[in-house]
């Protein structure tokens, strides 16, 4: 028995415990506390029903399912929140202690852990990390928002193992415990449904840095540097040079002046803003292995679906997948990064962010412009109110991605590019933005079979 079984057996020894969602995570904590543990009671709450049979889930342990799911919480010593659960009333409103997976897990291994967050790219750059690590030989394991519940990799870790963690807001919200290596990539609109303001949602991220100690080591974007961060802070820019490192030109800066040059034509990550995670990424892995080790690691990383995925060329236009962008800063990033762009698709979700930079940037950019759904109806009313964006033709509206793929495939000029880029979430219309994407493809795929 590893040090984290120990702790999590004496963490819920003697204690009334509840596991609030029994999604993929929550199954993990039970499976953990059944195996290890000594309870003195295990409760399962969720809004939708729990199948005790198909779950192997015995007599004692308490189903509590239903619209009222939460008015038991305080009937417990203990409650395990899962990530994709909403709190009905805050933490200090509650008899009882709120605590999860990640909070635990940190517990015992903070000063192994590399835990990365933002709100673009942090899939990409924890994948990346982790990729170099154990191409290079390092005893490491990947967990975290990436669907890879933290429980599900404690056995067997030994404390030389470092673990590769992605961390959403939701996963930081109630943290008390910061990784040692922290990653703070950027901050846009995000999620303002559930956090209401920026400040809510950022109050969320800062977990991440918040609770490190003064030795610990936090990369950070230039931009979002604060005074309130703890440990030492390197920051990152691909736009400022003041940053300790600086991305230009396919090159890492460091402040020093020393540089490292992006194999650019060896890699298949694609897009500038991508060299800003592979800066991330190699300042931080080289603290445990060389620079040839990582360029070698680098040019046999594989790039994640849905993510700049170029997916096929059917009548002569080349598709993209960039079904992860949620955000202005991401659809824009798309269409600086894929080749001879000739049309955008835009729309999902509507979220409330604001579209204005996106339309600024669109006014100015010469590319056919498709909107969907609710987010791309109200981009596609804001440009035809606009009086400073010219060349309205190049703007289209359609109800959903179907008639939109069709549209694309009619206006595309042959020889160029078409990305779906959607600043918008799926939510509503898909299940999440890989079932989006999916969609997207075989639609695309539907074309070469279509007269």
Excluded at 178 to 197: C, I, R
Excluded at 318 to 325: K, V
Aim: with cysteine.
């Amino acid at each position: 028995m590893n040090k984290f079984c120990e702790y999590i057996k004496k963490y819920t020894e003697g204690k009334t415990v509840c596991i609030l969602g029994f999604g993929r995570e929550g199954k993990s904590t039970y499976k953990i506390l059944e195996k290890y543990c000594s309870p003195k009671s295990i409760a399962i709450a969720d809004l939708n029903p729990v199948d005790r049979n198909a779950n192997g889930l015995p007599e004692n342990v308490e189903l509590i399912c239903g619209k009222e799911y939460q008015e038991c919480l305080d009937r417990f010593d203990m409650v395990f929140k899962s990530p994709g659960i909403v709190l009905e009333k805050k933490p200090e409103e509650l008899k009882c202690q709120i605590t999860c997976e990640t909070q635990v897990f940190f517990e015992v291994y903070r000063e192994q852990i590399i835990g990365i967050t933002g709100t673009k790219g942090k899939s990409t750059v924890t994948s990346l990390i982790y990729h170099v690590l154990k191409e290079s030989g390092v005893d490491c394991r990947i967990a975290g928002n990436i669907g890879i519940p933290v429980f599900d990799i404690a056995e067997g870790m030994t404390d030389k193992t470092v673990v590769v963690c992605e961390l959403s807001c939701h996963q930081l919200e109630y943290m008390t415990v910061s990784p040692k290596f922290a990653v703070f990539l950027n901050l846009y609109e995000e999620h303002l449904d559930h956090y209401g303001t920026m400040e809510n949602y950022y109050n969320a991220k800062k977990n991440i840095y918040l609770h490190q100690q003064p030795f610990d080591v936090l990369w950070c974007n230039e931009d979002i540097k604060t005074d309130d961060m703890p440990s030492i802070v390197l920051t990152v820019s691909d736009t400022n040079e003041n940053a300790d490192v600086f991305v230009k030109d396919g090159k890492v800066i460091d402040a020093d002046g020393d540089a490292y040059a992006i194999p650019t034509d060896k890699i298949k990550l694609l897009g500038t803003h991508n060299h800003y995670n592979i800066a991330i990424a190699y300042g931080l892995t080289s603290l445990m292995i060389g620079e040839e080790a990582f360029t070698k690691a680098l040019c046999t990383f594989d790039p994640l679906a849905h993510r700049l995925e170029y997916v096929d060329t059917v009548r002569g236009i080349r598709w993209y997948d960039d079904s992860i962008s949620t955000a202005c800063a991401t659809a824009i990033s798309a269409l600086k990064s894929v080749p001879n762009v000739g049309t955008i698709l835009i729309g999902g979700m509507d979220r409330g962010i604001d579209y204005q930079p996106l339309v600024d940037f669109l006014a100015d950019f010469d590319v056919r412009v498709i909107c969907m759904e609710a987010s791309g109806k109200r981009v596609f009313d804001i440009i035809q109110a606009s009086s400073s964006f010219n060349d309205k033709e190049r703007v289209h509206y359609t109800d959903h991605l179907e008639d939109a793929v069709k549209l694309a495939a009619e206006i595309t000029p042959e020889g160029e590019s078409c990305v779906m880029s959607p600043a918008a979430a799926s939510y509503g219309i898909f299940k999440n933005f890989e079932e989006r994407g999916d969609a997207f493809k075989k639609l695309v795929a539907e074309l070469r079979t279509e007269n």
